[in-house]
């Protein structure tokens, strides 16, 4: 089956700064990857996602970037803000379900 | 709001017992997903029904089954709790059935199972 991983498990950044999570996946079938945030306590949320045929997606101050043939897609979050503070999951399609990485904490500095 | 409603919100058991979570979907959704998220760890896919079929199956345990019914609500049934079984459990729907064209994921709240 699918197999994601994503890194890091923990990111502190400065308010203003960027942020990027990475992952990977092994199955070269896998054609739709989303990106979810959730907050403590709270649904995840799809914030982005993207599909095997764009390699770069946009949308304000979120973008994702996808390498097919390495199998790796990466969350870019720019001039994060404290409401940025989350847990982020990376999923990849594998048949007919996702498979979620084990997330990314991230924590805005004020 | 993501228009997927879950019940009940906590629920809080006992070793041993049974229990059953359910979720609707959004209107116009026909899968339902189950997923189960334990403390600090991520989501974990338990079982996907599609149209009142089992489409997609994960690292469920024999102990835990689900069902869909014709009005597409869903039902997940927990037995013979452990306390390992504490979790959230989520429910999530999407219009399609996966595969190939694959459509967003909508989550429900949540149900927080506590085994005593």
């Known amino acids: 089956g699918e197999n994601v991983e994503q890194h890091p498990s923990t990111l502190s950044v400065q308010e203003g700064d960027s942020a990027v999570i990475k992952c990977t996946y092994s199955?070269?079938?896998?054609?739709?990857f989303p990106w979810y945030k959730q907050e403590l306590g709270k649904r995840p949320q799809l914030i982005i996602d993207i599909r095997s045929n764009v390699g770069e997606k946009k949308d304000q101050r979120i973008a994702v970037t996808l390498n097919k043939t390495a199998k790796h897609f990466s969350l870019h979050i720019t001039e994060t803000q404290p409401e940025d503070s989350a847990v982020y999951f990376c999923a990849a399609n594998n048949d007919y379900k996702l498979s979620f990485g084990a997330g990314t904490t991230v924590t805005v500095r004020a | 709001d993501s228009g997927v409603t879950q019940t009940p919100k906590h629920l809080i058991t006992a070793t041993g017992q049974r229990v059953t979570l359910r979720c609707s979907p959004r209107s116009g959704d026909l899968s339902v997903y189950w997923y189960q998220q334990s403390l600090d760890q991520g989501l974990q896919f338990l079982i996907q029904?599609?149209?009142?079929?089992?489409?997609a199956k994960g690292n469920i345990l024999e102990r835990f089954s689900a069902q869909q019914f014709p009005d597409l609500h869903s039902e997940l049934n927990l037995s013979s709790l452990e306390l390992g079984d504490s979790a959230l459990y989520f429910c999530?729907?999407?219009?399609?059935?996966?595969?190939?064209?694959?459509?967003?994921?909508?989550f429900g709240p949540g149900t927080r199972l506590t085994v005593l």
């Open positions: 999530a729907s999407s219009v399609g059935s996966g595969g190939f064209s694959y459509n967003e994921q909508f």
């Open positions: 029904y599609y149209n009142g079929e089992e489409r």
């Open positions: 199955d070269s079938a896998s054609n739709y």
